[in-house]
């Protein structure tokens, strides 16, 4: 029966590998001729999800755009139907060559073609892929590789902004879906527990631009956070940094990408989505683990 499972998982991601190869082909070939392009966004095969939150957002909006600019004319433009609140990160990632127009705004003579995303969990693009988009942002970022990093960061997880409450076609963001109840007792309590040769800093990624994100995990040797989109940034962070996710079930989206990307992690599984840490006993499991010895006080 597992085997079966796992069969049938190749199957769709060797699909969705040569359907992504052959939709971005096509994109770049029209924009050959033409200068403009009107994209649906879809999710691959297998996966659900939408660009709106950050994960999604990054996988199968980013990565893939930045791949096709890379092979068509400067003057290229892009049209996209706004998509909540993570819309702003776009001028930020991509200037004037992709609009944002509303619904009913829509371009009438733009021929509509799908953008089909790459969730590193429904289409496993090979490491050269990462980074080269990696490589890709810091250079769009004027970001220089921190191959010392010092910091170790805990993700704190806010309330949603109301649009993911009342608008998002998926509902739920941030806190709302999951969170740690005493976050600031757990705040201080790691805080106390890192060595004085490092440095610790609590993050609230809901209040940085994308630059920021890009380059406070860029500093990071170590990041500490509950499962969700924010630990995708953990693809800025060096070669043989650490992740340490607090899990609410064993989901596999970031131990897998953590170590096909030379990352190394570690899972902490909770019962609940939201959950009171016993903060002592986390600092005890921290500093039991080898390879954490070298940044927690014992």
Not at 191 to 204: D, T
Request: charged content about 25%; some cysteine.
């Amino acid at each position: 029966m597992i085997e079966k499972i796992f069969r049938k998982i190749r199957s769709i991601t060797k699909y969705n590998n040569f359907v992504v190869q052959r939709n971005q082909q096509q994109i770049i070939d029209h924009l050959q001729q033409s200068k403009s392009v009107f994209l649906q966004l879809l999710p691959p095969k297998g996966c659900g999800g939408n660009v709106e939150h950050y994960f999604h957002f990054l996988f199968d909006l980013v990565f893939p755009l930045f791949k096709i600019i890379k092979e068509i004319p400067s003057n290229s433009k892009f049209y996209l139907f706004e998509f909540g609140v993570l819309s702003k990160f776009i001028p930020e990632l991509f200037g004037d060559q992709v609009v944002l127009v509303k619904r009913a705004d829509k371009p009438t003579d733009l021929k509509v073609m799908p953008l089909i995303g790459m969730h590193p969990s429904c289409v496993p693009a090979t490491l050269k892929q990462l980074d080269e988009f990696v490589h890709d942002i810091f250079h769009h970022f004027n970001i220089k590789r921190n191959h010392n990093p010092q910091k170790i960061l805990l993700i704190e997880r806010l309330p949603p902004e109301k649009y993911f409450l009342k608008d998002a076609k998926i509902k739920g963001a941030g806190a709302s879906r999951r969170a740690i109840t005493n976050h600031e007792e757990l705040k201080a309590a790691i805080e106390s527990a890192v060595l004085p040769s490092y440095e610790f800093q609590n993050v609230q990624l809901e209040n940085m631009t994308l630059r920021q994100q890009v380059s406070v995990f860029n500093d990071a040797k170590i990041v500490i956070g509950q499962h969700g989109a924010g630990l995708g940034n953990m693809i800025w962070m060096n070669k043989n940094a650490i992740v340490v996710e607090i899990n609410w079930i064993s989901k596999p989206y970031f131990r897998d990408l953590t170590r096909k990307t030379g990352r190394v992690y570690f899972e902490k599984n909770y019962n609940e989505s939201h959950i009171h840490i016993d903060v002592n006993d986390f600092i005890v499991w921290l500093q039991g683990i080898k390879d954490l010895r070298l940044y927690f006080k014992r």
